[in-house]
C-alpha cells in the first residue's frame, strides 16, 4: 500500500498536516486496521454460513441432491454438518494485505464446486440397515478401495457482498476518524 501527498501551504497548517502524515504512516496504524478488517470479514464469513445460506452476490446456493439429503440430520445444513468448516474460518494478516478463508482439504470444493474421479480408501462400513429396515445390531463390511465420479455443485462463501462492502467502508471511516482525532484534526 502506498500513499502520496504533496501539501503546499505555510505555518499552522502545515504542522496539522504534517502530524496528520506521521499518524497515517506509522506501521502500527496500518497494521490495527488490517486487523480489524480480518476480524470484521472473517465474521461475516461465518454470518454467511450459518445464517445466510447465500454466496456474497445474494444467489442461493443449490441445494442437496434427494439422495444426500436424506443422509443428514435435523441439525445439519448446507455447508454445515458438523460444523469444521465453520469453526476453521479464520483471517491472517500479510504484510500490506488480509486473507480470510479455511486450511480444510474440501474448504475449495465447496467454494469453487468440483466434478471429477476421486479415490475411495479401503474401509471398513457400518451397515445399520438392510432392506429399509433396521437391523437390530449393525452389521461390519470390509469395502476394497475404488474410484467414483463426484459431483458437488460450487456454493461460494468466500467474498463480500454489497453490505459486507458498505461494512467494511464504515469500519475504515470510523478508523482514520480516530486516527484523525489522535493527531489533533
Not at 27 to 53: C, F, N, P, Y
Not at 80 to 107: F, K, M
Not at 127 to 154: N, W
Request: aromatic share 8%.
Amino acid at each position: 500500500m502506498a500513499v502520496s501527498v504533496e501539501v503546499h501551504t505555510q505555518g499552522p497548517e502545515l504542522a496539522s498536516y504534517q502530524r496528520l502524515l506521521d499518524t497515517l504512516g506509522r506501521s502500527d496504524h496500518k497494521a490495527e486496521l488490517l486487523e480489524s478488517l480480518g476480524a470484521v470479514v472473517e465474521s461475516q464469513t461465518r454470518r454467511r454460513i450459518s445464517d445466510e445460506k447465500t454466496a456474497p452476490d445474494g444467489s442461493a446456493w443449490t441445494p442437496w441432491s434427494t439422495a444426500y439429503q436424506k443422509t443428514r440430520h435435523g441439525n445439519q445444513s448446507l455447508l454445515q454438518g458438523d460444523g469444521a468448516l465453520l469453526d476453521s474460518i479464520e483471517y491472517q494478516v500479510q504484510r500490506n494485505s488480509v486473507r480470510v478463508g479455511s486450511a480444510l482439504a474440501y474448504a475449495g470444493v465447496h467454494q469453487d464446486g468440483f466434478s471429477g474421479q476421486v479415490q475411495v480408501p479401503a474401509h471398513i462400513r457400518r451397515i445399520t440397515q438392510a432392506f429399509g429396515k433396521a437391523l437390530k445390531f449393525p452389521v461390519y463390511s470390509s469395502v476394497g478401495a475404488f474410484t467414483r465420479q463426484m459431483e458437488m455443485p460450487a456454493r461460494p462463501y468466500l467474498g463480500l457482498s454489497s453490505d459486507n462492502q458498505t461494512e467494511l467502508l464504515a469500519v475504515i471511516g470510523d478508523f482514520w476518524q480516530d486516527v484523525m482525532k489522535e493527531a489533533g484534526l
